[in-house]
């Protein structure tokens, strides 16, 4: 029993294999980390850069976190996150590691972040009842929802863990109405992200 209860395991694990390299699930993947390395190497680059050239990173900071309420930067992200992810969440991780308190207010940003895929999943919902907005939306973001209904939950592990931006990826599941609850399990993945990029970004500001 147990030999059989492996092989159907094994099987299943693949042909699941198989699907995704059919799809070019893999492919995909191995794409979006080399875009992901530019943006992050010129973000680094950027940050030396400022801080040996133009001004001192530390004192900009710190004047931020002085000038400026947590609530309001957590706001700013918040909005930021539940649309398109304009803004690129490195730049509030390095404010986190300036603040009093590093770890919490790491936390709130991977929770507000966390709570932005959730409103940007049911922007997507809403979008499906505006017939006209639902064709624009669809032929705009066309590639990025075929993929969701292809790849589903993996691609929303992908979207969640790599440095794209992830309300795109929350967009497309609520359009294509991807089960919410496996969404929210799927999405926890953001609170790794931002905790494995805090502790590269910490040591350098």
Do not use: C
Request: glycine fraction near 6%.
């Amino acid at each position: 029993m147990k030999k059989e209860a492996k092989s159907k395991k094994k099987s299943r694990a693949r042909l699941l294999h198989q699907y995704y390299s059919y799809t070019g699930f893999y492919k995909f993947v191995a794409k979006s980390v080399k875009k992901a390395i530019i943006p992050i190497l010129l973000f680094i680059a950027a940050i030396f850069a400022l801080d040996y050239f133009v001004l001192d990173l530390d004192k900009l900071l710190v004047t931020v976190t002085e000038t400026y309420s947590p609530i309001g930067i957590l706001s700013v992200f918040f909005a930021s996150e539940s649309l398109l992810g304009i803004i690129p969440p490195e730049l509030f991780i390095a404010w986190a590691g300036k603040s009093e308190f590093p770890i919490f207010y790491l936390s709130l940003l991977a929770a507000a972040s966390y709570m932005g895929g959730i409103v940007s999943y049911f922007i997507g919902v809403g979008i499906t009842k505006i017939p006209v907005v639902h064709k624009q939306i669809e032929t705009n973001m066309a590639k990025h929802i075929k993929n969701t209904r292809k790849w589903g939950g993996f691609l929303i592990i992908v979207g969640a863990l790599l440095p794209i931006p992830f309300a795109m990826t929350s967009i497309a599941a609520g359009i294509i109405r991807f089960p919410f609850m496996s969404f929210l399990m799927y999405g926890l993945l953001r609170f790794v992200r931002f905790y494995a990029y805090a502790l590269v970004i910490f040591e350098m500001v």
